[in-house]
């Protein structure tokens, strides 16, 4: 017997739907593309060109309305995410929901419980959890490796003097806007994955650019799991010229591990390749990380290249098995984990705010 096919409703046409989430839908096996949101098509973006099998609404809640829906991916801005997904929810659809989840831990958890009293399930797109050099750094800490970690540097550095003019630069914190909820949300969900809720979080928050906006571009977030635990350092800066920028920092008892670059799944589905292509996810061999190991009692350092990569497709591959099976607890990114990183990203704001470390 065949397996069922879920109809998927996209809302939003922006990039974040047109890179992250359509091409995993399309190769995600059990799972349709039906239908689209975009409230303004031009000549130049036009949904019900680009995808003419699609149904095209105008409006969010005509789309949630749509009873032959499964599945609603919310690719909008943050400010949005909460009214959408609760709305789904109780139209009886599950839901991917594009990061930052909601605005507040608080609101993350009134989500977690309306999942619960509805049945359906909730996903939000943490996709760097399948980042290959996360994946690298994941195995050679499980393996043991690199011993007892006792430090965890993790970066998104970048040189980008101009300010972004979307929600990334113009939202406000308060409304999960700016670089705390864009690239700090990968960076604490990447050490939450790894090492847990911390017991204390202390960050500074600035404006590297100078350019008189209260908001800050810049943050570096320190996260600390006890005195025999590791220092977490998650950082994110604007105006770091650099030809290779630093990714992971990890060193432990035994070891250290350091990786430059990015992963490149994101530049080669702006290109339009999509998982199942050819290298698709696989760095150049030129941007292997360094991995040192004591031999003997010294150092011994070599080049270690990422493992074979999972690629993002696997957190809708993840979601689409969850909801086969009415398994929430195979859900790969849970509301709840999504809460907690919440908690620490608010943490984080009290710890800029007061100059002071908070416990959580």
């Known amino acids: 017997m065949a397996s069922k096919i879920y109809n998927v409703g996209v809302i939003g046409y922006g990039l974040s739907a047109k890179v992250f989430h359509i091409p995993l839908v399309q190769v995600t096996p059990s799972f349709k593309l039906a239908a689209i949101v975009q409230r303004t098509p031009k000549p130049d973006d036009d949904a019900s060109k680009d995808h003419p099998d699609a149904k095209i609404y105008h409006s969010a809640d005509e789309l949630i309305a749509d009873p032959s829906l499964d599945v609603i991916a919310i690719t ?79 970066h998104f550095d970048r040189y980008k003097p101009s300010k972004p003019t979307n929600w990334k ?92 670059h990015l992963d490149v799944q994101e530049d080669q589905l702006k290109a339009g390749l999509k998982p199942g292509d050819k290298n698709f996810g696989v760095e150049d061999a030129s941007r292997s990380g360094n991995l040192v190991v004591l031999k003997d009692g010294k150092p011994q350092g070599s080049v270690f290249a990422n493992i074979e990569p999972e690629t993002y497709a696997t957190i809708y591959a993840g979601f689409a098995k969850a909801i086969e099976t009415g398994d929430a607890s195979a859900v790969p990114v849970k509301a709840t984990e999504a809460r907690d990183v919440l908690k620490i990203i608010e943490a984080a704001k009290e710890s800029a705010k007061s100059g002071k470390s908070i416990s959580l």
């Open 76 to 154: 909008t801005t943050p400010e949005t995410h909460f009214n959408f997904t609760k709305a789904a929810l109780e139209a009886g659809k599950h839901v991917m929901v594009e990061k930052p989840f909601v605005p507040t831990s608080q609101e993350a958890q009134q989500l977690s419980d309306i999942s619960s009293k509805t049945g359906k399930l909730i996903c939000v797109y943490q996709n760097r959890r399948w980042d290959s050099d996360f994946l690298t750094v994941r195995k050679l800490m499980n393996e043991g490796t690199l011993g007892r970690v006792v430090e965890f540097n993790t």
């Open 169 to 260: 630069g113009t939202l406000g914190m308060d409304h999960a806007g700016g670089v705390v909820y864009d690239l700090g949300t990968h960076l604490i969900d990447q050490a939450y994955v790894l090492f847990g809720l911390p017991k204390t979080v202390t960050a500074i928050f600035s404006n590297q650019r100078d350019d008189g906006d209260a908001e800050p571009d810049s943050v570096t977030i320190l996260l600390g799991y006890g005195a025999s635990g590791p220092l977490v350092t998650a950082k994110a800066g604007v105006l770091c010229v650099e030809t290779d920028q630093l990714r992971y920092w990890v060193r432990g008892s035994k070891g250290s591990f350091k990786k430059f």
